[in-house]
């Protein structure tokens, strides 16, 4: 099992349509979202066995939320519950396709997530990320999961999916990403992210950094560029990505989570040493499986997934 820890939340997409009356606003219509959400719809379409870590609201939304991951698959044994509001995240859809997000996130029930006393005994991998990271009291309690998952032996993915207006002291999360890098196995961002990150350093040299800390791989996705996969022996991999017409990018970087996650497992690589061993075959075509299953998410408004019979390529 593949469990998911972080934020679920709804995000507040422009609808296409002209707007209506005298306004010149369009309508804002409501979609699940946030990235470890995401992450774990992805993987119960791809028909991993996944669950779903975290606390979501008893509010409208919060069992709207709990719906799209049972109708997936998805466990929620693990979902803590409150009575507080769900969190909202306003998109912008810039031209491009891709989006900028506005977050209403005080007193949700999300930030109240507390450190679950264990995770499923068939638990092999544990994926953490976003905005979970770094509103307290919860990125915390997400933070000791990590670090106890990864003392245990559990494969650990990390997707800082960097969220700046979000985060209050930039150098001080800087500092706190680098102390959990000796608790990762695979460590995946954006560009944009790794440059964040990274700062007056340089993305090249950071990388370098990240990955004598402790990570087996990372990987360092380019939008429609492709995707790369950098290792602490050298290997340097790179697939191009699939062309498309880009109707959004909401979800995209959540389904190359959920993917590369899918696709390691297919090798047996769900472990640290294993993730290590792989070869430039392997992860050519773990690459080009994530970058496949993205294309079809961008292809279409919000954060939709893709389900693994949607996806052309060998098994």
């Keep these: 099992m593949i469990v998911v ?183 995946k961002l954006s560009e944009e992210d790794a440059e964040w990150l990274a700062g007056p350093q340089g993305v090249a040299a950071a990388v370098k950094d990240w990955l004598a800390a402790g990570p087996a791989a990372v990987v360092l996705t380019r939008g429609g560029d492709g995707l790369s996969v950098l290792t602490p022996g050298g290997t340097e991999i790179t697939v191009p990505g699939e062309r498309i017409e880009v109707a959004d990018t909401i979800g995209a970087g959540d389904t190359v989570n959920a993917a590369l996650l899918h696709r390691l497992d297919a090798h047996g690589a769900l472990s640290p040493g294993a993730l290590a061993a792989l070869s430039p075959d392997a992860w050519r075509d773990i690459l080009g499986f994530a970058a496949r299953a993205a294309a079809v998410t961008c292809s279409r408004p919000g954060a939709q997934p893709p389900y693994a019979t949607e996806l052309v390529g060998p098994e």
């Design 5 to 187: 820890a972080g934020e679920a939340l709804i995000d507040l997409v422009p609808s296409s349509q002209p707007p209506s009356g005298d306004g010149p606003l369009p309508a804002l219509l409501p979609r699940r979202g946030g990235g470890p959400y995401n992450t774990a719809l992805a993987l119960g379409r791809l028909g991993s066995p996944a669950a779903f870590c975290s606390r979501v609201s008893t509010d409208t939304f919060g069992e709207e939320l709990l719906r799209g991951l049972r109708a997936d698959g998805v466990d929620i044994s693990l979902v803590q519950r409150g009575t507080e509001p769900t969190t909202l995240a306003v998109a912008d859809i810039s031209p491009d396709g891709s989006a900028g997000y506005g977050f209403y996130a005080d007193g949700t029930a999300d930030r109240l997530f507390t450190l679950p006393a264990e995770l499923p005994a068939a638990t092999r991998a544990v994926s953490f990320g976003t905005c979970s990271l770094v509103l307290e009291p919860g990125a915390s309690a997400y933070e000791s999961l990590m670090r106890r998952s990864a003392e245990q032996g559990i494969f650990t993915a990390l997707d800082p999916n960097i969220r700046a207006g979000l985060i209050a002291d930039a150098d001080a999360y800087r500092a706190r990403f680098r102390s959990w890098l000796p608790h990762v196995t695979l460590l």
